[in-house]
């Protein structure tokens, strides 16, 4: 049986510059304001969509944004971008 050709590898060549610690920026742990700020929208949106649900026809400024058949329900949009921004602002908690 005839033997397989050995392919050749390319050489290893280390890169030119190697970072430093004065080229990398480490970034610390996120302030706590921010944390709080982060679960407050996601807390606040959650407690908006139940309160349209259990007293979303009493409160005025609840039927003005469309409860009760008037139309869409900007409630649930309210609510929902409330949560979404909590949510997105998790990409950036370290």
């Not at 510059?17 to 959650?46: C, D, N, R, W």
């Not at 971008?81 to 998790?90: D, K, P, Q, S």
Request: without cysteine; hydrophobic residues 45%.
């Amino acid at each position: 049986m005839p033997k397989s050709r050995v392919r050749k590898k390319a050489v290893y060549t280390p890169p030119k510059e190697k970072p430093t610690p004065q080229m990398i920026k480490a970034s610390g742990p996120s302030h706590p304001a921010y944390i709080g700020v982060m679960l407050g929208f996601m807390v606040l949106g959650l407690v908006w969509l139940v309160t349209n649900y259990l007293a979303g026809d009493k409160l005025g400024f609840m039927v003005a944004l469309g409860g009760a058949g008037n139309g869409f329900n900007y409630n649930f949009l309210v609510g929902f971008g409330l949560i979404i921004i909590g949510l997105l602002m998790t990409m950036r908690w370290r």
